[in-house]
């Protein structure tokens, strides 16, 4: 049985938005070491399922996938971001610390 991680990627550094980090993602565990290829320096592996990733819309959508497929799943909640609302014009304000 394979085991599978089912999680919400965060948002890459390159943006400022969330665009890409609403759906809901299910990849595969590694199930073989990664090795060295002496000719090349290149790193290999026998395992194909670490290269798959599925995307889904829900977390309901990858758990139904992961259980109608027979797979052991573990899912990984997204933390929760704390937002700080300030205003431009607090910068300049009396009152600010300095």
């Given at each position: 049985?394979?085991?599978?991680?089912?999680?919400?990627?965060?948002?890459?550094?390159?943006?400022?938005?969330?665009?890409?980090?609403?759906?809901?993602?299910?990849?595969?565990?590694?199930?073989?070491?990664?090795?060295?290829?002496p000719l090349m320096?290149?790193?290999?592996?026998?395992?194909?399922?670490?290269?798959?990733?599925?995307?889904?819309?829900?977390?309901?959508?990858?758990?139904?996938?992961?259980?109608?497929?027979?797979?052991?799943?573990?899912?990984?909640?997204?933390?929760?971001?704390?937002?700080?609302?300030?205003?431009?014009?607090?910068?300049?304000?009396?009152?600010?610390?300095?």
């Open positions: 049985m394979s085991q599978v991680r089912i999680f919400q990627p965060a948002k890459t550094a390159m943006q400022s938005g969330k665009g890409n980090a609403k759906a809901w993602v299910l990849e595969f565990a590694p199930g073989a070491p990664k090795v060295l290829d320096g290149w790193t290999g592996s026998a395992d194909t399922n670490g290269q798959v990733r599925i995307a889904f819309e829900s977390r309901d959508a990858a758990i139904a996938f992961a259980t109608r497929n027979g797979l052991a799943y573990s899912v990984a909640e997204p933390h929760a971001r704390a937002l700080k609302l300030r205003a431009y014009a607090d910068n300049f304000a009396y009152h600010r610390i300095r």
